[in-house]
C-alpha cells in the first residue's frame, strides 16, 4: 500500500501565505501526477493544482498567479506554496498521488491514493 500525509495547513488573515507538504510512502513504484484538491462546506471536491513527474503544473484559474506547485521526485513530495490567501481559498485539502503498478501476470493499472486532508482557513 501507498500512505500519503499532508500537513501545513492552519489559520492565516487574508493576504497570508501558507505552505503544505505532502510525502507518499510504502510501495513506491512509479509515481506518476501528483496534486492538490479542496473541499469546503457545502461544495463538491476541486482541482487545485497538479503536477507531472516533468514538473509540468497545472492550475485552476482561481489561483493562478498565486499558488505555485512542486514536487522532489527522489523524496517523493509535493509541495503546494500558497501566497496572497482570501477568504474564499478555505476548505480542507487534500494531496493525491497517482502511481503506476505491476499486478499479477504483467498486468499495469493505475491508481490513486488520497491523504486524509489539512484544514485551511482563512479569515477576512
Known amino acids: 500500500q501507498v500512505q500519503v500525509v499532508e500537513s501545513g495547513g492552519g489559520l492565516v488573515q487574508a493576504g497570508g501565505s501558507l505552505r503544505l507538504s505532502c510525502t507518499a510512502s510504502?510501495?513506491?513504484?512509479?509515481?506518476?501526477?501528483m496534486g492538490w484538491y479542496r473541499q469546503a462546506p457545502g461544495k463538491q471536491r476541486e482541482l487545485v493544482a497538479s503536477?507531472?513527474?516533468?514538473?509540468?503544473?497545472n492550475y485552476a484559474d482561481s489561483v493562478k498567479g498565486r499558488f505555485t506547485i512542486s514536487r522532489d521526485n527522489a523524496k517523493n513530495t509535493v509541495s503546494l506554496e500558497m501566497n496572497s490567501l482570501k477568504p474564499e481559498d478555505t476548505g480542507v485539502y487534500y494531496c493525491?498521488?497517482?502511481?503506476?503498478?505491476?499486478?499479477?501476470?504483467?498486468?499495469?493499472?493505475?491508481?490513486?491514493?488520497w491523504g486524509q486532508g489539512t484544514q485551511v482557513t482563512v479569515s477576512s
Open positions: 510504502g510501495a513506491i513504484f512509479s509515481i506518476n501526477v
Open positions: 503536477i507531472t513527474r516533468d514538473s509540468n503544473a
Open positions: 493525491k498521488v497517482t502511481q503506476t503498478e505491476v499486478e499479477r501476470w504483467g498486468v499495469i493499472r493505475t491508481y490513486d491514493y
